[in-house]
């Protein structure tokens, strides 16, 4: 057989591919949040506060308390798992 035949008569080659792919990227995200472990928050934009509607005063952003930022997913889960390790 020639080699395109045979290349598109196997089909289960490429979803050990998409596995590797797949871990990959899990373990690129999983250094992204222990390296830099805050993103900006989506409502303040990483501001931390808004103008008042008189537009005189600031208020504080409710959901980020103020500091601009907020604690990725991947760190909360990064921090579990060191938790989990220490408890033995």
């Known amino acids: 057989m020639t080699p395109l035949i045979l290349a598109a008569n196997d089909t289960g080659a490429g979803t050990g591919g998409w596995v590797v792919l797949a871990v990959l990227a ?3 995200y999983l250094i992204h949040c222990v ?3 805050y993103r900006p928050c989506r409502k303040c934009g990483g501001a ?3 103008r008042s509607p008189s ?3 600031w208020r504080y952003c409710n959901r980020c308390n103020g500091k601009g930022a ?3 997913a991947g760190r909360r889960i990064w921090t579990h798992i060191k938790g989990i390790n ?3």
Do not use: E, K
């Open 86 to 88: 220490r408890d033995r």
């Open 70 to 72: 907020q604690l990725r």
């Open 35 to 37: 390296i830099w472990p």
């Open 55 to 57: 537009g005189r005063a």
């Open 48 to 50: 931390g506060r808004f």
């Open 26 to 28: 899990a373990a690129g």
